[in-house]
DNA sequence: TAAATAGTGTCTCTAAGACAGTATGGA
DNA sequence: TCCATACTGTCTTAGAGACACTATTTA
């Protein structure tokens, strides 16, 4: 209020949480530091705001995850701020971590060059020493994910462009940890009109599959009722 | 990558749309700018996080918004970052928006008093002079509270602590800007088991009404169905 | 007793769940 | 021909919308 006092400043951070499904588990991306604070923790990609570089911090997500994967997000939304005291050691600091999918092979062949940038199931997560609390962001990215699944088709995002409604549905369920009926997401992909019907079938081990691609200017549809819990 | 190069830091500050309902119109709380920029145009209540006083950016929006109204919201949440090079003219900014909802009466006498902090319509704002985009800031904010209004019960934070049925229907026809079938909404209610029937009625222009309040452990239930649009 | 607002009973409507039945590929 | 997987038809179910009906207050 009285003008001029000096405030110091927190450390601000971009972090992302990028998902993959692979082999029906769901995986995370995770960076071995290679510096203090946690050198040798595994931690989340991320890093500062470059202001020559970024325009704004969706950026400097993607410019992140780009430096490790090669490829940029299918998916990108910010999920939350986090802030305190006491989450790095260096003082107060200020993380914005966002919440990115996906697909498994786009980024595969370029990880595995990578050595410092690993896919790590979820459900794996508990044995590694993590870096902050990225632990828990994790797990909040992860319920994030998890409702949004229940009323929209975000999952695929973690399919390449062509895909069949099998394939859909395992990630969707994987997800979920639910089993789903088929039936109802043929209905919300007819409903949504997100998608097109390729003219090529797959081989699945029975009937040819159909193939679907999302439409070019397809937005994202929010459906009107959740899947069942 | 290299280790240790000077990164130029941006500004980071906490903005709060602070929301409330009065006569069937729904405000939110704007404050005469002081200083430069944009000295004498509405702009939202916020700061810079003060780490000698904040815990987390959650302390830094209250804090900021018990300096305006001399109340703590009854619902406070993070909206979004929004980030640039020239949202704000002295530099690359960061904002971290939250979304706030309070009863008109709590706050209503001391705003009164202080010159400086008042409640505008939402349908005014184009009328004003609105700092950095703000404006745009409050659309989003919106937005959210109109989409969480059709699968929560969110509006019983603009209410006092004692409500009644019709109260609560006319908060939520002003948010959505739809009619609400008054028993799609006891329904709710009911189902939600957040509320408590007070031995309390209040007269309304006919048949007494039934004064209903918040339970003391409620959290915030989010129903599997959206109200049809 | 009329007007106004509160609250109930109950039918319709929509989209998800369940599940049996058909279709079509490979071994 | 049998099995596996893809896809369809259709009944059930849950919860919102519509709306007429009853209840209780003040003027």
């Known amino acids: 209020m009285a003008g001029h006092e000096i405030i110091k400043k927190p450390l601000f951070t971009v972090d992302s949480v990028l998902f993959t499904v692979h082999e029906d588990t769901l995986k995370v991306l995770m960076v071995k530091r290679a510096q203090q604070p946690f050198q040798g923790a595994w931690g989340l990609p991320g890093g500062f705001i470059d202001i ?7 950026m400097t997500a993607r410019r992140k ?4 994967t090669g490829f940029t997000p299918n998916y990108l939304e910010q999920l939350q701020v986090i802030s305190g005291p006491d989450r790095d050691p260096r003082g107060f600091s200020v993380t914005l971590a966002y919440f990115a999918l996906v697909a498994h092979q786009s980024v595969a062949s370029h990880i595995d060059s990578v050595e410092m940038a690993c896919w790590i199931p979820v459900s794996k997560l508990k ?4 870096a902050f609390d990225h632990r828990q962001i994790i797990e909040l990215s992860r319920q994030r994910l998890k409702q949004k699944t229940l009323y929209s088709l975000l999952p695929v995002f973690c399919l390449p462009q062509k895909f069949t409604i099998g394939q859909l549905m395992a990630v969707i369920e994987t997800i ?4 789903l009926q088929r039936k109802s997401l043929m209905r919300r992909i007819e409903a949504s009109e997100m998608f ?4 090529e ?3 699945s081990g029975g009937r040819l599959a159909q193939l679907y691609s999302l439409k070019l200017d397809a937005n994202i549809v929010n459906f009107e009722r959740n899947l069942s819990i």
Chains 1, 2 share one sequence.
Do not use: F, G, V
């Open 52 to 58: 020559d570089l970024d325009q704004n911090t969706d």
């Open 65 to 68: 995850l780009a430096d490790k």
């Open 201 to 203: 079938k797959i081989s």
């Open 196 to 199: 097109e019907i390729s003219n």
């Open 176 to 179: 979920i940890e639910k089993p």
């Open 127 to 130: 044995e590694l020493t993590t």
